[in-house]
């Protein structure tokens, strides 16, 4: 079943029923907004993982920068030099 809720109700339901949500996205901004923990994964491998905070504000592996530069996060964004993103 696919449940659409905006990331408000999706936190609501997180801390109201005390339960743990399983979020597969491609949107860090959400994924910043609702997580607690992140894991990034590149090519169906985990890259990296920790507090949702910690690793978008300050990524360690390649990949996780590329997918920071590559979206707008005004909070934690900052523009990653083109000559370090490979295709």
Do not use: F, W
Request: hydrophobic share 45%; with cysteine.
């Amino acid at each position: 079943v696919l449940v659409l809720c905006s990331p408000p109700n999706v936190i609501a339901l997180r801390d109201d029923l005390g339960i743990s949500i399983v979020y597969v996205t491609h949107d860090l901004a959400t994924a910043y907004y609702i997580s607690d923990r992140i894991i990034i994964m590149q090519k169906g491998s985990v890259v990296e993982r920790g507090d949702a905070r910690t690793v978008l504000n300050a990524p360690q592996h390649p990949y996780s920068r590329q997918l920071r530069a590559a979206v707008l996060l005004p909070e934690v964004a900052t523009p990653v030099p083109a000559a370090t993103v490979t295709p």
